[in-house]
């Protein structure tokens, strides 16, 4: 057994750095926002780390897991970047040739973004009761629709859309995917903005037309196009993007800049000890079971179910963390950064993690959708009845 | 590079633990009129399984091996008392390879005998107001004390092997006296801290492995279990918290793992490892338990349902060895007394040396 990442990860971990140091300001001790998400992206391209085939190695893998560390942490966005990587590896299987030559090239290079278009208002956790229409004319297919959640459509070349296009049949068998170009005429992005700062999107459609060489997979075969899909989604693999070891290694940093800037007696607290403890532990815990979700899936053995595991703890902990750590703060805790009052750039930036962590609990699977797969598929307990 | 799947060596030897522990017919000891003593057929199998020094001889079992050992211990709640055994022959070991006077006699008489060696953790330095236990210090022939400052150890008095005292757990708990003839063990707090974060790691996975087999029994019951026409496993309420509970399961069986596999791989985090496996395993594998036993209902509080003996000796073995609020202080102090350039203070990775530049 080996739990070591290994010298090239380890040495990609320090490369990954420096680049987003480039592009990121180090100050107050702690990384300040991103100044050039798009440039960050090409430049990740440009070195070859953006390259699909590589999918299925270990090693690109864990690549992957500590460069979305490390851009979590460094607050480099590397927006859209998850969802792209997930559609790009499910076009590669089953994707027209066509389709590959027109997306994958601009993939790898980082110059071409995907949004995901699952979410609807009446469509969430049960993404099957999907109702965006999909009418065939001729050569093209005629969207009418409601999309919500649209995380990243404002800089995404395409919209990866589920749509439903024989709505007499069951639940999950009329629908389709198609890959939309996000600025055909019809197609309307409209934000949505978190109390975390966080930008997602609903996306309407309104008769936008599409050609019939964007559908992705057979006509209401769209099911299971979304499940191969939802292996990288859900799966063990780490596409580049978000990190959840990230997210609590940065909360981590934030409370250290904070408190060392208190003092030593804040510094020998206990509980202000107990807390950071509580978060190490969870960041390790975090870690370690994306490390096994990786490793079964790099074993070509299902890892759905480690990663779910995964996912809900990393989800929860980066939740808990920002609240035990907010709560460290005291009163400072409550000031909103820019409204007037003392500022402390540690302070408000806990604070907004503290706002912007829960929807990770609903975002991409709610943890409930976890704990639903955990309990069926891994532990074989019964389904409760659904409609 | 990550590689989580034991060796084959690893594996036999847990195949061997598997047949012996199904076999066993004690949890190594027996009650006997008003005492207990060992149950000396299973010892001997369990020893038979465990050659533990030296390792770097490649004689014996890696650290890794014995917490894998661990973890199958504490699933079936056979041979604990092997537990304290392990981490107490390699300090013995440890001391008599530094020098120590006493501990070759002690190994000597240990491996002759098939003797039994008991830890008391939390030694309190042998305060008469707050004696230390030993979880098997009734049945022990030799006992180490340790607390942070070190470790003494000394001979069971024969008047009082046998003699326990009733716990939470079904383990041979003996509160220890104070009394003459403790040596002090050769290697002062470093070598007390190195028998305390091994004792704490393969007290973690013998957690891990209680959590794990409580969450079993008690997914295995919510499939057969039927209220309100259905299976109770159907139930969100149910199913969730199984979901929660192998969550925890998980996580402290890989967090032991990598402290253990830390003990010669990295042994600059070990300490740390140690301490955040421990204040892991207690509290989650608490919360792990208890709620296996919750799924039960009022059998799993019947002494004929295991499930409440995982509930009882997780908690038991928890309290023996430390209290995980102070593991957890232990983290943060180290998180808060690494370097300010290292903000990234518990990657395994270099320090972060591109910050502020």
Not at chain 1, 194 to 221: C, K, L, Y
Not at chain 2, 181 to 208: C, F, K, N, S, Y
Request: net charge negative; with cysteine.
């Amino acid at each position: 057994m080996d739990f070591s990442l290994g010298p090239e990860v380890e040495a990609f971990r320090g490369e990954a750095r420096r680049l987003f140091a480039q592009h990121c300001e180090f100050r107050d001790g702690i990384y300040q926002d991103c100044r050039d998400d798009e440039g960050v992206l090409r430049e990740m391209g440009r070195r070859g780390w953006l390259d699909l085939e590589r999918e299925g190695s270990m090693t690109w893998d864990m690549k992957m897991f500590v460069l979305s560390e490390e851009a979590e942490r460094m607050n480099v966005p590397l927006k859209g970047l998850a969802a792209t990587f997930i559609v790009g590896f499910t076009l590669s299987r089953v994707g027209t040739e066509e389709q590959k030559q027109r997306i994958l090239p601009g993939i790898a290079a980082g110059t071409t973004r995907v949004a995901l278009g699952y979410s609807e208002p009446g469509a969430g956790s049960d993404i099957a009761g999907t109702k965006v229409r999909a009418r065939r004319d001729g050569d093209e297919w005629v969207i009418n629709g409601q999309k919500q959640w649209t995380s990243s459509a404002e800089v995404a070349d395409y919209i990866w859309l589920l749509t439903r296009t024989d709505p007499e049949a069951k639940k999950h068998a009329g629908l389709t995917i198609f890959l939309a170009p996000i600025d055909t005429p019809g197609i309307t992005i409209v934000p949505i903005h978190t109390i975390g700062g966080q930008r997602t999107n609903q996306v309407f459609f309104d008769g936008a037309r599409i050609a019939d060489s964007w559908r992705v997979g057979e006509v209401n075969g769209g099911w299971k196009v979304l499940s191969t899909a939802l292996v990288y989604e859900h799966g063990g693999g780490n596409v580049p993007g978000r990190s959840l070891s990230g997210a609590i290694a940065r909360i981590l940093d934030l409370g250290l800049a904070h408190v060392r800037e208190a003092g030593e007696a804040a510094c020998a607290n206990p509980d202000v000890q107990e807390a950071f403890g509580e978060t190490a532990i969870e960041l390790e815990l975090t870690r370690l079971l994306n490390y096994r979700a990786t490793w079964i899936g790099a074993q070509a053995e299902k890892a759905d179910i480690p990663g779910a595991v995964f996912k809900l703890l990393g989800r929860q902990g980066a939740v808990f963390a920002s609240e035990r750590l907010l709560e460290l703060m005291g009163p400072w805790g409550l000031i909103r950064e820019g409204a007037g009052g003392p500022e402390n750039p540690a302070v408000s930036a806990i604070q907004r993690q503290f706002l912007a962590t829960p929807v990770g609990t609903v975002a991409g699977g709610s943890v409930e959708i976890q704990r639903t797969k955990i309990a069926e598929r891994g532990l074989g307990l019964p389904r409760p009845p659904r409609g | 590079m990550i590689d989580l799947s034991p060796g084959e060596l690893e594996l036999s030897v847990l195949d061997g633990f598997a047949r012996v522990l199904r076999d066993a017919e004690t949890q190594g000891w027996r009650r006997e009129g008003g005492g207990c003593r060992l149950d000396d057929g299973l010892w001997r199998r369990l020893l038979d399984l465990t050659p533990v020094m030296p390792e770097v001889e490649g004689q014996g079992l890696s650290f890794l091996t014995l917490a894998l050992i661990a973890d199958r211990l504490g699933a079936e709640l056979k041979g604990l008392l092997l537990i304290d055994h392990l981490a107490g022959v390699r300090a013995l070991t440890g001391a008599a390879e530094s020098g120590d006077a006493s501990a070759p006699a002690a190994l000597r008489q240990i491996e002759a005998q098939g003797g039994v060696v008991g830890l008391a953790p939390r030694a309190g330095a042998l305060d008469p107001r707050t004696p230390p236990l030993s979880l098997s210090g009734a049945i022990a022939d030799w006992i180490i004390v340790f607390d942070a400052a070190g470790a003494r150890f000394a001979a069971q008095s024969p008047s009082r092997r046998g003699e326990v005292v009733g716990n939470l757990a079904d383990l041979p708990v003996q509160v220890l006296e104070p009394a003459e003839g403790w040596a002090e063990l050769q290697g002062g707090p470093a070598a007390a801290r190195m028998l305390a974060a091994e004792h704490r790691t393969l007290v973690a996975a013998a957690i891990g492995g209680m959590a794990r087999r409580a969450m079993e029994l008690a997914t295995a019951y919510a499939k057969e279990r039927f209220q309100f026409g259905q299976a109770i496993g159907s139930f969100q309420a149910i199913a969730h918290g199984l979901a929660d509970a192998k969550l925890h399961a998980d996580g402290i069986e890989l967090l032991s793992q990598e402290a253990a596999w830390a003990r010669n791989a990295a042994p600059e985090r070990f300490e740390l490892l140690s301490q955040m496996a421990f204040a892991h395993a207690a509290h989650a594998g608490a919360a792990a338990v208890k709620f296996a036993m919750h799924v039960f209902g009022g059998y799993g509080a019947m002494p004929d349902f295991p499930v409440q003996a995982y509930f009882r000796t997780v908690r038991a073995v928890s309290l023996a060895v430390g209290d995980c609020r102070e593991a957890r202080r232990a983290v943060g102090r180290v998180v808060i007394q690494a370097p300010p350039e290292t903000p990234f203070a518990l990657s395994a990775s270099p320090a972060l040396e591109v910050a502020g530049g």
